[in-house]
T-cell receptor, first 113, second 116 residues
Framework: DAGVTQSPTHLIKTRGQQVTLRCSPK?????VSWYQQALGQGPQFIFQ???????QRGNFPDRFSGHQFPNYSSELNVNALLLGDSALYLC????????????FGDGTRLSIL | AQTVTQSQPEMSVQEAETVTLSCTYD???????LFWYKQPPSRQMILVIR??????QNATENRFSVNFQKAAKSFSLKISDSQLGDTAMYFC?????????????FGKGTKLSVKP
C-alpha cells in the first residue's frame, strides 16, 4: 500500500520563475493538504483540496495556487518565486469526515537562487 | 487565532532514559485535537500520538505518553526508554475540532538527540 508520494524530491529555481510540485495521496484518501516548512520552523498550512475544490486556505498570497485532479492527486503552483519561498513543501492526505489522521509525504525541497 | 509554543529548541537524553518535551497552546475553542509529530532527517512527518481535548485520560502509545492539562493549556510528551531511533525533530500541533481537517497549527519544534 503506497503512502503519500511527492515529486520532485529536490528542485532549484531562480527568482521570478514558476514551479509546480506534485502529490499523490495515500490509496483510499480523497483530501490533500499542502504545508510550507521553512528551515528551522514548523510547517505552515497553505491550503486544502477536496472534490477538486480549494476547501480552506492559510495566510499565503495568490502566487500560491493549487489543483486537485479526479484521481485525487494534487499540484501546488508557485508563481514569481521569491528567495523567501525556499522551503520544504509537504503534502498530506486524509479521508474526509470527522477527524481522520493526515499522512505526510517526504516533501519537496525547493531552493531559490 | 490559535498558537502553539514549544519552548525547548533542543534537548538531549541518554539511551534508555526518559525525556519530556513541553508544549503550550492558546485557543478560545473548547473542542480540539492535539498531536505530537516526529520528523526524522528523512523529512517525513510521522504521527506519534494524539489527544482529544474532551478526553480527560492522557493518551499513551507504547513508550510515548502525554500529560494533557486543559486548564493550563499544556500538552507535554514523555518518551520512556529512549532509543537511538527517537532522534528527530518533534512538533506539537493543534487542530480545531470544528474546523477543516487541513488546518493543523504547528509549533517550531524541539530537536531531540538520543545519545548512546
Amino acid at each position: 500500500d503506497a503512502g503519500v508520494t511527492q515529486s520532485p524530491t529536490h528542485l532549484i529555481k531562480t527568482r521570478g520563475q514558476q514551479v509546480t510540485l506534485r502529490c499523490s495521496p495515500k490509496s483510499g484518501h480523497d483530501t490533500v493538504s499542502w504545508y510550507q516548512q521553512a528551515l528551522g520552523q514548523g510547517p505552515q498550512f497553505i491550503f486544502q483540496y477536496y472534490e477538486e475544490e480549494e476547501r480552506q486556505r492559510g495566510n499565503f498570497p495568490d502566487r500560491f495556487s493549487g489543483h486537485q485532479f479526479p484521481n485525487y492527486s494534487s499540484e501546488l503552483n508557485v508563481n514569481a518565486l521569491l528567495l523567501g519561498d525556499s522551503a520544504l513543501y509537504l503534502c498530506a492526505s486524509s479521508n474526509t469526515g470527522v477527524y481522520q489522521p493526515q499522512h505526510f509525504g517526504d516533501g519537496t525541497r525547493l531552493s531559490i537562487l | 487565532a490559535q498558537t502553539v509554543t514549544q519552548s525547548q529548541p533542543e534537548m538531549s537524553v541518554q539511551e534508555a532514559e526518559t525525556v519530556t518535551l513541553s508544549c503550550t497552546y492558546d485557543t478560545s475553542e473548547n473542542n480540539y485535537y492535539l498531536f505530537w509529530y516526529k520528523q526524522p532527517p528523512s523529512r517525513q512527518m510521522i504521527l506519534v500520538i494524539r489527544q482529544e481535548a474532551y478526553k480527560q485520560q492522557n493518551a499513551t502509545e507504547n513508550r510515548f505518553s502525554v500529560n494533557f492539562q486543559k486548564a493550563a493549556k499544556s500538552f507535554s510528551l514523555k518518551i520512556s526508554d529512549s532509543q537511538l531511533g527517537d532522534t528527530a525533530m518533534y512538533f506539537c500541533a493543534f487542530l480545531n475540532y470544528g474546523g477543516s481537517q487541513g488546518n493543523l497549527i504547528f509549533g517550531k519544534g524541539t530537536k531531540l538527540s538520543v545519545k548512546p
